[in-house]
């Protein structure tokens, strides 16, 4: 079986540990296989809800909730640049994180998608879904779900 080629790497982050951990990644494989890295965060439509029967979605996001995420982005392309990752851009949209990481996927096709995983509990997962388990279903690429480093366990001495 020949190796996966990689022209075209995509990562969505949050500002999370995990998709700090997520990011750190795709620059990696980005550097190995020569690839271009493109940087998607989604500034989340969060719904409320005002009954249980019905959420209310806000039609936007508050502009600084956007700025936020646009902070993110250029930070993640500084951090690739500055790691030599030679074409690197980034966008910055507003709405349902797994829609439009889909329709951004579904218009600028890529070889890679990486994202960081949360680690809920099946319990909090079965209740809120999880944004990774979404698109390793749904994105119509190959998905990475980069989990953080489990902590290390301090060496015993020996006797």
Known sequence: M?????RRITVAIDGSANGRAALDTAIDL??????SLFVISI???VPVYVTAAEPYLPATVPESEVAHYRQIVGAAIHQAEVAGVKSVSGVCDEGVVVDEILTHLEHHPT???????????????L???SVSSALVNHAP???LVVRPSPP???SSPSS
């Open 141 to 143: 690429c190959p998905v």
């Open 2 to 6: 020949p190796d996966p080629i990689f």
């Open 43 to 45: 500034a989340p439509l």
């Open 152 to 154: 290390t366990k301090p």
């Open 127 to 129: 209740l809120l879904g």
């Open 30 to 35: 980005a550097r190995r296989y020569d690839a």
């Open 111 to 125: 070889d890679l998608l990486v994202v960081g995983s949360r680690g809920l509990s099946a319990a909090r997962r």
